[in-house]
């Protein structure tokens, strides 16, 4: 048996190859999680036991991930979405519990074997399945742009309302387990505590927690403000806990308390990396829990229950989602992105099997299942326009319809500029190119900025520009530039590669928030890639040197030789404890300083012999006492020098071994 610091070590280890190897493969890690869950639990190589331990570093993931959710709960927010979520949200997750509930009662009718199917375990199960993945699916649409558009914001909305349903399921499912007293005292017992204990803490810990916070805050001590924020969180899950209630709830209590503060962004900030660790390890315990030679063994039962379920789900949302109007494309992308199980359906179905509310054999077949739709859900929703296509007729004439518009709009224009994305950067460009007479065509994916756009005489179409038919539409074999406004690389490499068959002599200018991606949209056909962080310090410089009375021509003539220069001069920044470390971040260019002491190995050679530039690092300055030496082959490095070296951070760190190694 392992003690718990092995068992620790072995979590964080598995976690750290599973986060790799599916990043590898660009899939979400909380998938990676699960699935070397899967692999070192018991069931499979037993490498690590589901025990107190397990259970513990779970809960605390738990904990922190509905503390997330208590931030991001804004009333503002509900009422500007209260159709999507109250309407459509609520009847998802209310009828999703109905047909469990009816599946439930049928299989318990008709089967000897699966009786034990109460109403009460039908519902907790019907809790659990209504769920979908918060995580990946808005980490999916993020990456394809699809936030915004008509099935996003349905998608989010309905996610929010699975979100806030989590908290009375919370309450509701031990309440059903109970099996002292009648359910209705049972129930009306647990709302009275539930009541009781929220009243206590929104609206006394309302009046305390933003004095104390301002206490906390005047110490400025960043150490100081993670242990508060730490104390409240855990506080107030104990609280909810020694009332009967759940520790999430409290920690979604919390979350509420600090979001109506001024603190709530850098709450968000700092825990963040406690909430993503333990989140991490909350999924590998849910991998742990899956036998897998039981679900082997019954594999046609967990292929039937993965279809029934990822099926039944589609059809009912694309069904809601066109009772409340949506355009049938729009309601079947709506059920395709949202019909897997998600992040809290584990949560609700660990307490089931706490409660001991299903037999074992049914709750592995669920969560097998669960496990699977997870794993299939970014091929889904990847696929989701090519099924629209196969499942619905008139989704090829909305789409033709669309693409008609498009051309219409362009059919008679000559060496205009196409505008990908017509958020604020792209309508600043249009106002530009209109006041010096060029014509423009712009796309966008969200229709009501298409639609308030038009009605004032932009000329806009709704669009995806990362679709080789809609630049057909735009009329990319007519127009002088495309200019791609929005700072998404992923999109803009797709519409590169549509640019490379369709126009490859076509000038291409994109943004990107800084150099990360230049060297790679460059690569695939950009003419020029503009970055905002780049930009943003020349514009910064030239006011500075304006203010300062350098003259006009000269501020000028800078600015332009650091864009001619494409800025090489520019690139790279030395890194300090404050700047954000990730996988994009590491890989991009930055300065470092080299000191060499009396033993490096470096001392007394050329920098041609150094040989830095086979580690693809570049020598950008030498300092020798207060002294600034011009570079060459030829410099010989002394004791004292500081080398100056730009490049990513594993060619830094190579270069850096090499000239210190005595």
């Known amino acids: 048996m392992l003690s718990p610091l092995e068992l620790t070590l072995l979590l964080l280890a598995a ?59 804004s009333l503002s927010k509900l009422l ?26 049928l299989v318990a009718h008709f089967s000897t074997r699966l009786s034990a199917i109460s109403w009460q375990a039908a519902l907790a ?36 309302f699975q979100d806030l349903a989590v908290v009375p399921l919370l309450i509701l499912i031990p309440a059903l387990a109970n099996p002292r007293g009648d359910l209705g005292t049972t129930l009306l017992w647990a709302a009275l505590k539930a009541v009781i204990v929220l009243f206590l803490l929104l609206f006394i810990g309302h009046k305390l927690i933003r004095s104390w916070f301002r206490i906390v805050v005047k110490r400025r001590s960043q150490e100081l403000f993670m242990l508060n924020l730490l104390l409240i969180t855990l506080g107030a899950a104990w609280i909810t806990e020694m009332a009967g209630l759940s520790l999430a709830l409290g920690a979604f209590v919390a979350g509420m308390l600090i979001s109506e503060t001024e603190y709530k962004h850098q709450v968000e900030e700092d825990i963040k990396s406690f909430r993503d660790v333990l989140l991490g390890l909350f999924f590998i315990t849910i991998g742990m829990l899956l036998n897998v030679r039981l679900v082997l063994e019954h594999w ?36 395709l992105a949202l019909a897997q199980a998600g992040e809290f359906g584990f949560v609700l179905l660990n307490q089931v099997g706490g409660l001991n509310l299903v037999e074992p054999l049914i709750l592995q077949l669920i969560l097998a299942s669960m496990v699977l739709s997870m794993l299939a859900a970014p ?29 219409t709009r362009t059919m008679a224009t000559q060496q205009h500029v196409i505008i990908a994305g017509f958020g604020r950067s792209g309508q600043s460009l249009a106002k530009l190119l209109e006041a010096e007479g060029i014509t423009y065509q712009a796309l966008d994916m969200d229709p009501d900025r298409v639609n308030e756009a038009q009605a004032a005489g932009a000329f806009v179409s709704y669009g995806d520009a990362g679709r080789r038919e809609s630049l057909v539409a735009a009329g990319i074999n007519r127009a002088a530039a495309l200019v791609i406004t929005y700072a998404s690389t992923p999109s803009a490499l797709k519409v590169l590669h549509h640019m490379h068959d369709l126009a490859p002599n076509l000038p291409v200018i994109v943004r990107s928030h800084d150099d990360t991606d230049l060297d790679k949209l460059r690569a695939a056909g950009a003419s020029e890639v503009v970055p905002e962080a780049m930009e943003g310090s ?33 690139r790279g920044f030395f890194h300090g404890s404050s700047d954000v470390s990730d996988t994009a971040d590491s890989m991009q260019v930055r300065l470092h300083s080299v000191p060499l002491g009396e033993t490096c190995k470096a001392v007394g050679k050329t920098l041609e012999e150094a040989a830095l530039q086979e580690l693809d690092v570049e020598v950008t300055a030498v300092r020798r006492g207060k002294e600034r030496l011009t570079v060459s082959p030829e410099m010989v490095l002394m004791a004292g020098d500081t080398i100056v070296l730009r490049g990513g951070a594993e060619e830094l760190a190579r270069a850096e071994t090499r000239l210190l190694k005595s």
């Not at 500007?80 to 009662?105: C, E, K, N, P, S």
């Not at 279809?307 to 109007?325: E, Q, W």
């Not at 091929?379 to 499942?391: F, S």
Request: charged share 10%.
């Open 538 to 570: 020349l514009m910064l410089a030239s006011h500075a040197m304006l203010t300062l009375g350098v003259p006009l021509r000269r501020v000028v003539h800078r600015v332009q030789a650091a864009r001619s220069e494409r800025y090489a001069t520019l």
């Open 15 to 73: 976690a750290v190859l599973g986060v790799v190897a599916f990043r590898m493969m660009h899939l979400p890690p909380m998938l990676g999680y699960l699935v070397v869950g899967i692999l070192i639990g018991p069931y499979a190589l037993g490498w690590a036991e589901d025990n107190a331990t397990t259970h513990a570093l779970g809960e605390f993931g738990v904990v922190f991930l509905m503390f997330s959710i208590g931030l991001e709960f």
């Open 379 to 407: 091929l889904i929703i990847a696929k989701a326009d090519a099924i629209v296509m196969k499942l619905s007729a008139n989704e090829w004439m909305v789409q033709s319809l669309a693409l008609t518009q498009i051309a």
């Open 80 to 105: 500007a979405m209260r159709r999507t979520v109250f309407g459509l949200g609520m009847a998802q997750v209310m009828l999703t519990i109905g047909a469990t509930m009816v599946f439930g009662w």
């Open 125 to 160: 199960i019907g809790g659990a399945l209504a769920m979908s993945s918060t995580a990946i699916v808005s980490k999916l649409l993020t990456e394809r742009l699809e936030l915004e558009s008509q099935h996003g914001r349905r998608i989010i909305g309905i996610l929010l």
């Open 300 to 335: 046609w039962l967990v292929l039937l229950l993965l279809s029934g379920v990822v099926l039944l789900k589609f059809g009912l949302i694309a069904f809601l989602a066109r009772c409340f109007g949506a355009p049938v494309g729009v309601a079947l992308r709506t059920g």
